[in-house]
């Protein structure tokens, strides 16, 4: 299926289908404030689970207007069946790949293993989820749900989502990135551990400004099984400790909702490196650096949004100061680092050591 407008039709067709199936859906949308707009989501009761991690972002119904609304739909007890279109064929009922497939206007993401679709319609504000069965749901998509409706959504937002970690204060945040392994999740929950506040080991998003905000996500946190030791604090709060084939997760505003911070000004951005010092240092980095370590996982994890995704990024990276992190082995020590160097002028002088 290559012809624009044969795939135009069919993505209409589909969008016009979810949009039918939506007064099966609960009449009352749950709200959250998510960068600092209003977005309506509306989920079947066991679609409704997948919102947990949102909610630290719930807010009021004070009549205001969303600015997206979502509908989230779980086929096997909603009843709702996508139609019979040549995409639906080829990504849903042949075993297809991992599929991204956009029109003017409409972008939609196929996840056939997951058993989960994604659509975007941006000039009707309204989005879609349809989940092939809730129940099974990989624990990924509880920890991020959405995560591809909401990167679409923040591109047309100045902003976009970002593959990283976030900690900090009311007076300001570092950005943490780095790709998997390279102690993103583990800085982070030291740092929380410490005291900082806490935005996420995993996904944030960034609106362009001067200067850039950060904003959560998801209030998810993910660890390594073999560090879970390190962890007994939260030993109560995992939600998914018997499947040994998956990263222990849990959610920050249950684990430490005093932590919980969800949004703030982005006063640097750190690249991390196990360098398994004696004491974590803190030292200049380049702007080609960190875009090296952001850009990679957070284009390829989100189809559709590439090219305007790493342009973001690249304004980013040269918009903030870039650090880097040569981390010691021990977690208070590194929470100690990141700790001073929120610190007023403690970022200015982390720029100036040779």
Same mark, same amino acid.
Request: aromatic share 6%; glycine share 8%.
């Given at each position: 299926?290559?012809?624009?407008?044969?795939?135009?039709?069919?993505?209409?067709?589909?969008?016009?289908?979810?949009?039918?199936?939506?007064?099966?859906?609960?009449?009352?949308?749950?709200?959250?404030?998510?960068?600092?707009?209003?977005?309506?989501?509306?989920?079947?009761?066991?679609?409704?689970?997948?919102?947990?991690?949102?909610?630290?972002?719930?807010?009021?119904?004070?009549?205001?207007?969303?600015?997206?609304?979502?509908?989230?739909?779980?086929?096997?007890?909603?009843?709702?069946?996508?139609?019979?279109?040549?995409?639906?064929?080829?990504?849903?009922?042949?075993?297809?790949?991992?599929?991204?497939?956009?029109?003017?206007?409409?972008?939609?993401?196929?996840?056939?293993?997951?058993?989960?679709?994604?659509?975007?319609?941006?000039?009707?504000?309204?989005?879609?989820?349809?989940?092939?069965?809730?129940?099974?749901?990989?624990?990924?998509?509880?920890?991020?749900?959405?995560?591809?409706?909401?990167?679409?959504?923040?591109? &047309?937002?100045?902003?976009?989502?970002?593959?990283?970690?976030?900690?900090?204060?009311?007076?300001?945040?570092?950005?943490?990135?780095?790709?998997?392994?390279?102690?993103? &999740?583990?800085?982070?929950?030291?740092?929380?551990?410490?005291?900082?506040?806490?935005?996420?080991?995993?996904?944030?998003?960034?609106?362009?400004?001067?200067?850039?905000?950060?904003?959560?996500?998801?209030?998810?946190?993910?660890?390594?099984?073999?560090?879970?030791?390190?962890?007994?604090?939260?030993?109560?709060?995992?939600?998914?400790?018997?499947?040994?084939?998956?990263?222990?997760?849990?959610?920050?505003?249950?684990?430490?909702?005093?932590?919980?911070?969800?949004?703030?000004?982005?006063?640097?951005?750190?690249?991390?490196?196990?360098?398994?010092?004696?004491?974590?240092?803190?030292?200049?980095?380049?702007?080609?650096?960190?875009?090296?370590?952001?850009?990679?996982?957070?284009?390829?994890?989100?189809?559709?949004?590439?090219?305007?995704?790493?342009?973001?990024?690249?304004?980013?990276?040269?918009?903030?100061?870039?650090?880097?992190?040569?981390? &010691?082995?021990?977690?208070?020590?590194?929470?100690?680092?990141?700790?001073?160097?929120?610190?007023?002028?403690?970022?200015?002088?982390?720029?100036?050591?040779?």
């Amino acid at each position: 299926m290559n012809d624009a407008a044969d795939v135009a039709s069919a993505l209409s067709l589909l969008a016009a289908a979810l949009d039918d199936a939506v007064p099966r859906l609960p009449a009352a949308p749950r709200l959250y404030r998510i960068a600092g707009a209003i977005v309506a989501m509306r989920a079947g009761n066991r679609a409704a689970p997948l919102l947990e991690a949102f909610t630290p972002l719930g807010i009021v119904d004070d009549g205001a207007a969303a600015t997206l609304d979502v509908f989230i739909f779980d086929a096997a007890t909603d009843g709702v069946e996508l139609p019979d279109t040549a995409i639906t064929r080829r990504r849903f009922k042949h075993d297809g790949g991992l599929g991204a497939v956009a029109a003017p206007g409409i972008r939609a993401f196929f996840q056939p293993q997951a058993g989960v679709l994604s659509l975007l319609d941006e000039p009707r504000r309204r989005a879609y989820c349809w989940l092939r069965c809730a129940a099974v749901l990989p624990y990924y998509e509880h920890a991020a749900p959405l995560r591809h409706i909401l990167q679409w959504w923040m591109l &047309s937002r100045d902003g976009a989502l970002l593959h990283s970690a976030a900690v900090g204060g009311i007076g300001g945040s570092v950005l943490i990135a780095g790709p998997s392994g390279s102690g993103k &999740s583990t800085t982070a929950l030291a740092c929380q551990a410490a005291g900082l506040g806490f935005t996420s080991d995993d996904y944030v998003l960034v609106r362009s400004g001067a200067p850039p905000t950060v904003h959560m996500a998801y209030s998810t946190a993910k660890v390594v099984r073999t560090s879970l030791g390190a962890h007994d604090g939260y030993r109560n709060h995992f939600r998914n400790l018997d499947r040994d084939d998956e990263k222990p997760m849990l959610f920050m505003h249950e684990a430490a909702p005093e932590r919980v911070l969800c949004s703030f000004p982005l006063r640097a951005l750190v690249l991390p490196v196990v360098a398994l010092r004696r004491s974590t240092r803190i030292v200049p980095a380049t702007a080609a650096e960190l875009l090296r370590a952001l850009a990679p996982s957070s284009i390829l994890l989100f189809p559709l949004a590439g090219a305007i995704a790493f342009r973001r990024m690249a304004a980013l990276c040269r918009a903030v100061p870039c650090l880097r992190a040569e981390l &010691s082995e021990d977690p208070r020590d590194i929470a100690g680092a990141f700790t001073r160097l929120l610190r007023d002028g403690a970022i200015a002088a982390a720029q100036a050591v040779a």
